[in-house]
């Protein structure tokens, strides 16, 4: 059974950076065809994509936001980092870390997040 | 970087309705298309991958087709449950984009 948690902090100044950690149990991120990612949603909006690391450590960000992000591995933990520096009052969102997987269909191989953690509300105020 | 819409963005729906949301991508995409369900207070949850291979333990009421730029989710027969915001992502190319979303609720 695959289960992912966010933790981190609730409440970040603006300019502070933000670190999010992903504890995640029931897979490997060393095993071929996995990637953990990380998706927020301000309050009553849409999913963004941020960041994403795949099992041979090849790790792809949102073109807007990635000279902010960093995302990393710690396989013997079982966690995947996210960090975001100059966090600003419009980054108030929940933030999402997710079981990537590489699935088939025909010829293809498809990539889709599976499994989700429950998320974690991050407030950026003063 | 890819763009996608979805319409409607709000649809009211009763019981037992068919109900189809369309998803457009701003360029060819082939079928590199997922859908999510997600409910108030809760974690999207996986429908649909590669445009119309259903996820596991979904009910066979949800389906998807299309390719290309344009794609569609359809409900066969709306249950309560179903009355959720529905999201399509491409994951076609780094970005991995979602749009913004349809609201189904209770007519």
């Known amino acids: 059974q695959i289960t992912l948690k966010e933790s981190g902090p609730t409440l970040v100044k603006p300019t502070q950076t933000l670190t999010l950690t992903c504890t995640f149990s029931?897979?490997?991120?060393?095993?071929?065809?996995?990637?953990v990612g990380w998706i927020r949603q301000p309050p009553g909006k849409a999913l963004e994509w941020l960041a994403l690391?795949?099992?041979?450590?090849?790790?792809r960000y949102s073109p807007s936001l990635k000279s902010r992000l960093t995302i990393t591995k710690d396989t013997s933990k079982n966690q995947v980092v996210l960090t975001m520096t100059n966090m600003d009052p419009v980054d108030t969102a929940t933030y999402y870390c997710?079981?990537?997987?590489?699935?088939?269909?025909?010829?293809?191989?498809?990539?889709?997040?599976?499994?989700w953690g429950r998320g974690t509300l991050v407030t950026v105020s003063s | 970087d890819i763009q996608m819409t979805q319409s409607p963005s709000s649809l009211s729906a009763s019981v037992g309705d068919r109900v189809t949301i369309t998803c457009r991508a701003s360029?060819?995409?082939?079928?590199?298309l997922n859908w999510y369900q997600q409910k108030p207070g809760k974690a999207p949850k996986l429908l649909i991958y590669?445009?119309?291979s259903l996820q596991s333990g979904v009910p066979s009421r949800f389906s998807g087709s299309g390719s290309g730029t344009d794609f569609t989710l359809t409900i066969s027969s709306l249950q309560p449950e179903d009355f959720a915001t529905y999201y399509c992502?491409?994951?076609?190319?780094?970005?991995?984009?979602f749009g913004p979303g349809t609201k189904v609720d209770i007519k």
């Open positions: 997710a079981h990537f997987l590489r699935g088939y269909s025909g010829y293809e191989d498809h990539w889709y997040f599976d499994l």
């Open positions: 029931g897979f490997s991120l060393s095993t071929s065809g996995v990637g």
């Open positions: 690391i795949y099992w041979d450590d090849d790790k």
């Open positions: 360029q060819s995409i082939s079928s590199y």
């Open positions: 590669a445009a119309s």
């Open positions: 992502q491409q994951s076609y190319s780094t970005g991995f984009t």
